[in-house]
């Protein structure tokens, strides 16, 4: 069936549309402050409430505009549901450890929960059962683990052989009490709590170095310098790295998500395809009406090929499914994995004893963040966290996580020299209106996008992060880095970190 795409806005969220935007302007001077947060996304924003809590005078600066990143391309299930997570676990970080891991995150809803009531947050906030289902024999074995770790852990189960849609599967597991809501409805009132309690927030103000001392400062683009007791860094990918070697141990998997209007309903609850490829739904309020997300698809970045297929893919299957009467929105991207799937949360490295980092939510960062905001918290105030030992960045990975990082940075690795190597016949001549890719222009390899009159915008393709070669994304427009996520747009700009400069444009437009 062909659908339709009245009004759609490509690349751009329903979330995003929606909300609020609030404006703040740039640093323009030095400043201080006990904390400075860098980062406004869900973990910035909840880990400056958080901070301001516990009686902290806070300043966050972001790079672009607050909540433009992740947290505005999110699918916004609050569930300890992290996938088909737990069996793994347990088997990696030992029962103890796993039970402490569930505590975490159910707490962290529970903290979403109590926020919403206590300051009557407007946030759609829903309580749904969470569903992994399966339609094949390997994942009935998959869930049948995965239900005995539940119930070793105690976590709230049900075991289905069916779902309440059309979805001849064989199995699905559901968790109990789990929840969605508005993530940008969430987090706009903590930011104008945050404002009322005097945060000082930056919009457009990159963290570019740290100038590490006992009272550390965050060094701007500006060239001004951020001074803390305290500096925290949730800027997704780490801005800074201090030895940490960060990016050698988290890499960026896209995914896709698009909001449509369906013929059928979804009922209650949120659902996750555990088979591949991997489908995710729930229900969102678009305009007072139901519409439905539906997610998937995901790949390391810079890696999936034609960016539209994936979407196309989704909408098919959200067809089959439900019936789909009109796409509105559809978007794409990255979140950050670590070696062991477990995000680093604490201290940056251990000779960090006043500089902080969150990251690595692998795709369930609605409740980690909130982790984040509370385990940081206690670090900095020297009080003890059950969590700290699972979520430190300085912890040991056992083997078989050790293997997995091997193969992936192989995989950088290769993506970082078969880029270079690879040469090229195609020419801007080649590039239809609205096209971009690699193509050979006086005698050099470089990237274009041709636009719908005709401009043509040439940049060099070496990611300015660590030098790995970017791939067009001709859905989103976005010239993206296979290695460790950054995205530029079609003239070169930083559209998402972890690089900092503008790719070059060492050839003028047409
Ligand atoms: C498609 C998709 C669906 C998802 N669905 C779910 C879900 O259903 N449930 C769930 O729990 N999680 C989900 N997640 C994960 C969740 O959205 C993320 O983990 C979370 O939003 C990450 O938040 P963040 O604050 O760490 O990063 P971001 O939201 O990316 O915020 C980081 C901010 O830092 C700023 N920044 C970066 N570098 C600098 C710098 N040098 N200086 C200053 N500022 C800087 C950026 O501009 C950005 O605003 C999903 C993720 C994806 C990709």
Not at 120 to 133: D, F, G, H, T, V
Request: with cysteine; aromatic share 8%.
């Amino acid at each position: 069936m062909e659908q339709e795409h009245k009004g759609m806005d490509q690349a751009k969220s329903l979330w995003l549309t929606e909300s609020k935007r609030h404006s703040f302007p740039t640093v323009t001077e030095d400043l201080t402050a006990d904390v400075i947060i860098v980062g406004g996304g869900i973990s910035g924003i909840a880990t400056a409430f958080e901070m301001t809590e516990r009686g902290f005078d806070v300043l966050i600066v972001d790079a672009d505009r607050l909540l433009q990143g992740t947290t505005g391309h999110t699918t916004a299930k609050v569930t300890s549901q992290h996938d088909v997570y737990y069996h793994e676990l347990i088997q990696h970080i030992g029962m103890p450890k796993a039970r402490l891991y569930v505590e975490a995150n159910e707490k962290a809803k529970e903290l979403i929960q109590t926020r919403v009531k206590e300051h009557k947050i407007n946030c759609q906030l829903e309580i749904k059962n969470a569903y992994l289902y399966t339609k094949e024999e390997s994942g009935v074995k998959k869930l049948k683990k995965e239900l005995d770790a539940y119930t070793q852990l105690g976590i709230d189960r049900e075991w289905k052989t069916e779902l309440p849609f059309d979805a001849d599967i064989q199995a699905a597991l559901v968790m109990t009490e789990q929840a969605q809501f508005h993530p940008l409805h969430y987090i706009n009132a903590l930011i104008e709590l945050l404002i009322e309690r005097g945060v000082r927030i930056f919009e457009q103000t990159t963290a570019v170095d740290v100038k590490e001392s006992e009272r550390p400062a965050v060094v701007t683009k500006s060239g001004h310098h951020l001074t803390g007791r305290y500096i925290i860094s949730c800027s997704h990918f780490p801005f800074y790295d201090g030895k940490g070697l960060y990016f050698t141990r988290i890499h960026p998997e896209q995914s896709y998500v698009v909001a449509a209007k369906t013929t059928k309903p979804l009922p209650d609850g949120m659902y996750l395809g555990i088979d591949q490829p991997v489908r995710s739904l729930r229900t969102a309020e678009f305009h007072g009406e139901e519409v439905v997300l539906i997610g998937g698809e995901g790949h390391k970045t810079g890696q999936g090929g034609d960016e539209s297929a994936h979407y196309e893919a989704l909408e098919k299957f959200g067809d089959n499914t439900l019936g789909i009467e009109e796409v509105l929105y559809r978007w794409s991207t990255h979140d950050m994995v670590t070696m062991d799937q477990i995000p680093y949360i604490g201290h940056l490295t251990k000779n960090h004893p006043n500089i902080f980092v969150a990251t690595g939510f692998r795709k369930w960062g609605m409740t980690t963040s909130h982790v984040a905001a509370t385990l940081i918290g206690d670090l900095i105030e020297g009080k003890s966290n059950p969590y700290e030992s699972i979520f430190t960045p300085s912890r040991l990975v056992s083997y078989p996580f050790v293997k997995d990082f091997m193969k992936e940075n192989t995989n950088v690795a290769a993506k970082l020299i078969s880029g270079k190597l690879k040469q090229t016949d195609q020419t801007i001549d080649d590039l239809k209106p609205g096209e971009g890719g690699i193509v050979s222009y006086e005698q050099k390899k470089c990237g274009a996008f041709k636009s719908e009159d005709g401009n043509v915008f040439l940049v060099d393709t070496t990611c300015t992060h660590l030098g790995c070669e970017v791939a067009w994304n001709n859905s989103d427009r976005t010239w993206d880095c296979p290695c460790h996520g950054s995205r530029f747009s079609i003239t070169g700009e930083v559209v998402e970190g972890p690089a900092k400069k503008p790719l070059k444009r060492s050839y003028k437009e047409q």
